[in-house]
T-cell receptor, first 116, second 110 residues
Framework: DGGITQSPKYLFRKEGQNVTLSCEQN?????MYWYRQDPGQGLRLIYY???????QKGDIAEGYSVSREKKESFPLTVTSAQKNPTAFYLC???????????????FGPGTRLTVL | EDQVTQSPEALRLQEGESSSLNCSYT??????LFWYRQDPGKGPEFLFT???AGEEKEKERLKATLTKKESFLHITAPKPEDSATYLC???????????FGQGTRLTINP
């Protein structure tokens, strides 16, 4: 079954700790994305990557870091510098079209992070 | 600045009562518009892609339409299982990133 997996489903963190959220896809997609979702707000882009070993900041990258060492994997680290990290985190992937054609993104099931 | 606004924020319908959800957008050229369904605590599920004014797409009780300034998601004779949050996103011309609206929370009462 092709798809996107995220783990863990729920994550609890103490203030001052870094945590890493996992995202894996077996769709052979080139591009991967991390979004944050807060109640009553649209999805906000944190980071995205179009190719292995390269990534770009999105609209709210402060306090987050990513890596893209493999095409299938795009982990997100929420650092202690992120002031309000409690949220629902979504990973997505898409085929990379050049020039940018339709970017149909497919999402994983999400990770809910709670800071205690 | 590219912007997407969805209305209403929340909508309650009786089973079988048809209605429409709105997605208004302002972008510097539209490459595509996407509709997603999101159940509580889950990731968005892809529904439709629209890319030219006048285009329509259908799936079961849902029909999405597109004009130059907005998109509608029409739901015909809805059932309780259609209850979800519906998200709209636009892709500006020349861009890889999507801009999302805040969603419409739809509740269908039996």
């Amino acid at each position: 079954d092709g798809g996107i997996t995220q783990s863990p489903k729920y994550l609890f963190r103490k203030e001052g700790q870094n945590v890493t959220l996992s995202c894996e896809q077996n769709l052979n997609h080139d591009a991967m994305y991390w979004y944050r979702q807060d109640p009553g707000q649209g999805l906000r882009l944190i980071y995205y990557s179009q190719i292995v070993n390269d990534f770009q900041k999105g609209d709210i990258a402060e306090g987050y870091s990513v890596s893209r060492e493999k095409k299938e994997s795009f982990p997100l680290t929420v650092t202690s510098a992120q002031k309000n990290p409690t949220a629902f985190y979504l990973c997505a992937s898409s085929i990379l079209n050049m020039p940018p054609l339709l970017n149909e993104q497919f999402f994983g099931p999400g990770t809910r992070l709670t800071v205690l | 600045e590219d912007q997407v606004t969805q209305s209403p924020e929340a909508l309650r319908l009786q089973e079988g009562e048809s209605s429409s959800l709105n997605c208004s957008y302002t972008v510097s050229g539209l490459r595509g518009l996407f509709w997603y369904r999101q159940d509580p605590g889950k990731g968005p599920e892809f529904l439709f892609t629209l890319y030219s004014a006048g285009e329509e797409k259908e799936k079961e009780r849902l029909k999405a339409t597109l004009t130059k300034k907005e998109s509608f998601l029409h739901i015909t004779a809805p059932k309780p299982e259609d209850s979800a949050t519906y998200l709209c996103a636009v892709q500006p011309h020349g861009a890889q990133k999507l801009v999302f609206g805040q969603g419409t929370r739809l509740t269908i009462n039996p």
